[in-house]
């Protein structure tokens, strides 16, 4: 069993970081040790099918007393095969440990005994190790099997033939089907007996100083001076001149190794942020369609709609045709025209369909029904009628006149529940809102922030731990933050990039939303039931019709 994952996984993190910097070539500096040794060869391997060239490699003997001059021979050779002569930093890879459940139990046992931090790590995994086999040991018991010892005599190691432990082959099937808790990480393993848990952190190793960052410190290439060297422009250098014209003191800036901030601190475990946002590509144009007097309601909404209208219609004809109050049943053969009763097919279908779409458009019918039912009928559809219209013009206006500048994301839960902004096509990226809304700011203005600012933290001056200087800054920093010179500063090196202002994204968004079928439900079920309920009543009108013309046949008198 192995309870950290190949080196052939790690090898392939390492090219990967070589690959994102441009390395063509690539030098190798590995200690003596087999482990070393092992993994270096699976190194040079894989960097040959990615296309890696390695200059040359150089071995050194490991130990905890070995002095940092002896490496300076080596790198001095190194510098020699055509390798770059300067050095930014140190960037390599570590398992990612402290993720299992026991991992916090662990520490506070491990801060208990004041043991040094340097063998944590092994630690850790020493315990998931004897913790794997007391799991497989459990089940194996459990599911009622029984260790028998193995029995070796002394001269085990002379003998030629190899005695094997009955029970070792199960016992082991058992652990590698464990799946449970762990410190390091949750213990469980693939079919080849090591780690399913893959994953790398990046460890950057830099020197202190300042780093050259936009918008915080540019070098200003217009301006040299005497000693040659381009002075700087920036946020921190305006907010460093305005301190010192209040408190009269001077500074010097130091070129530096160019670094990149934003690292966790490893005391604390934060961020050195100002705050979170997301950085997400802009729409290349703003979308037109000859129907956009259509988006107010969705599609189905639509059909929706034209059916309920055609829906009207047949029924206003059926209650029409059946109900003896209807046009049909009123309509006497030596009736007065001028007594303005219908026509006979006035609520025909064809008329009714009219009549249906008349209501639609508001603009009412040329004819109506006189029964009951027809009324109710014709009732319900301009109920529908009256509710669709108000919804309508409400969204019509809202997708004519406010431009919609929310894009549903406002925080990275947003971001993960949604399904429009994917990987690998347009995508979204959460960095430090001071440098996105930097960069958003600048050519070629293809991003935009969007959201509002979370998991926020501060960015300060770094004096020298109980430094008499740090009330004085302090109070001259909160006058210049009161005063509005901070707001200024940010409006000059942040916002104020060669981008279109309308085009970005502000703290407040307005939107829009389509009316769907789902919200215009229950005024549609309403009116089907109202047309339901038409049609029982016919029944109704029918037995009150039938009753009168028994009545009246029984007052004629026959001759």
């Not at 981008?499 to 939107?511: A, I, K, L, M, P």
Request: proline share 4%; glycine share 6%.
């Amino acid at each position: 069993m192995q309870m950290s994952t190949p080196d052939s996984f790690q090898s392939e993190a390492i090219i990967d970081l070589m690959k994102i910097y441009g390395w063509k070539r690539f030098a190798i500096i590995a200690s003596v040790a087999d482990y070393a040794r092992t993994g270096l060869t699976i190194l040079q391997n894989r960097a040959v099918k990615r296309g890696l060239t390695t200059t040359s490699v150089f071995y050194f003997h490991s130990s905890c007393d070995t002095p940092d001059e002896s490496l300076k021979p080596i790198l001095y050779e190194i510098k020699k095969k055509d390798v770059p002569a300067y050095v930014q930093g140190l960037i390599g890879t570590r398992q990612l440990s402290a993720q299992g459940e026991l991992y916090h139990h662990f520490d506070q046992l491990w801060e208990n005994k004041s043991v040094s931090d340097s063998d944590k790590v092994y630690a850790m995994y020493v315990f998931d190790s004897v913790l794997a086999i007391a799991y497989g040991v459990r089940d194996y018991l459990k599911d009622g099997h029984v260790i028998n010892p193995p029995y070796f005599d002394e001269n085990v190691c002379e003998e030629s033939s190899i005695k094997r432990w009955s029970d070792g082959k199960l016992l082991m099937e058992y652990i590698s089907r464990v799946s449970d808790d762990g410190v390091a990480h949750h213990i469980n393993f693939t079919t080849l007996h090591y780690p399913i848990i893959t994953n790398y952190e990046i460890v950057n190793l830099r020197k202190n100083g300042w780093n050259k960052e936009p918008p915080f410190t540019m070098k200003d290439n217009s301006d040299v001076g005497q000693s040659g060297l381009s002075k700087y422009k920036g946020y921190c250098i305006d907010l460093l001149n305005a301190l010192q014209a209040t408190l009269g003191f001077r500074y010097d800036l130091f070129l530096v190794p160019d670094g990149h901030y934003g690292l966790q601190d490893p005391e604390t475990g934060h961020w050195n942020d100002l705050g979170n946002i997301i950085l997400m590509p802009r729409d290349s144009a703003p979308r037109r369609s000859f129907f956009a007097f259509l988006s107010p309601f969705s599609n189905s909404l639509w059909l929706a709609l034209g059916a309920a209208c055609v829906l009207c219609a047949v029924v206003t004809t059926l209650v029409s045709w059946l109900s003896p109050y209807g046009t049909r049943r009123r309509w006497k053969p030596d009736q007065d025209p001028g007594r303005g009763e219908p026509n006979r097919n006035a609520l025909s279908l064809w008329n009714s369909l009219w009549n249906a779409f008349s209501l639609w458009m508001v603009q009412g019918a040329e004819v109506t029904p006189r029964c009951l039912s027809g009324r109710l009928v014709y009732g319900a559809w301009y109920f529908t009628v009256m509710v669709v219209s108000a919804t309508y013009t409400a969204n019509l206006a809202a997708v004519l006149t406010v431009q919609r500048l929310d894009n549903g994301i406002n925080n990275v839960e947003d971001l993960v529940s949604q399904k429009e902004i994917t990987y690998a096509k347009r995508y979204a990226f959460i960095l430090d809102s001071f440098l996105l809304e930097y960069a958003a700011n600048q050519l070629p203005c293809h991003v935009k922030t969007v959201g509002r600012l979370f998991h926020q933290f501060g960015y300060g001056l770094g004096l020298q731990k109980n430094s008499p200087y740090l009330d004085l800054f302090s109070l001259e920093v909160l006058k210049l933050r009161q005063n509005g010179f901070l707001n200024t500063l940010y409006a000059k090196w942040v916002t104020s990039g060669v981008c279109d202002e309308d085009s970005q994204v502000s703290s407040t968004h307005y939107g829009t939303q389509q009316a769907t079928l789902v919200q215009m439900t229950g005024v549609l079920t309403l009116m089907a039931g109202i047309m339901v309920l038409a049609m029982i009543l016919i029944l109704f009108e029918c037995c009150v019709a039938a009753r009168k013309d028994t009545k009246l046949r029984v007052g004629v008198k026959v001759c």
